[in-house]
Nanobody
Framework: QVQLKEDGGGLVQAGGSLRLACVTS????????WAWFRQGPGKEREFVAA????????RYADSAEGRFTISRDDAENTIYLQMNSLNPEDTDVYYC??????????????????WGQGTQVTVSS
């Protein structure tokens, strides 16, 4: 079974930046579309950014557009999320996961690979 782990979260001030990394083991990431989601306490997990298997197509939630960039390094088996101009509304636990195709829908994820623990992003005012 493919394992994944999210890293790179932390505490930053508003306007700051973080780069999240989702590293996999046991299998390459090349066969999957990938996405980042985020979830706060008592809230539904919501879509943030997605990238196609080839890496040629990306899509972002409205809240992330222009500030976040998703990328993939198949040689390193890593998915990245560069987050700039962070604001307190970005405070959440961020998760990555894979789908057999390019998708922005939560229901398409978490089936090929179990959800990891996520990485906490906290943005202070």
């Amino acid at each position: 079974q493919v394992q994944l782990k999210e890293d790179g979260g932390g505490l930053v001030q508003a306007g700051g930046s973080l780069r999240l990394a989702c590293v996999t083991s046991g299998r390459t990431i090349s066969g999957y579309g990938w996405a980042w989601f985020r979830q706060g306490p008592g809230k539904e997990r919501e879509f943030v950014a997605a990238i196609s298997r080839s890496g040629s197509v990306t899509r972002y939630a409205d809240s992330a557009e222009g500030r976040f960039t998703i990328s993939r390094d198949d040689a390193e088996n890593t998915i990245y999320l560069q987050m700039n101009s962070l604001n307190p509304e970005d405070t959440d636990v961020y998760y990555c996961n894979a789908a057999p195709f390019f998708s922005t829908y939560l229901t398409d994820y978490g089936k090929l690979i179990p959800w990891g623990q996520g990485t906490q992003v906290t943005v202070s005012s």
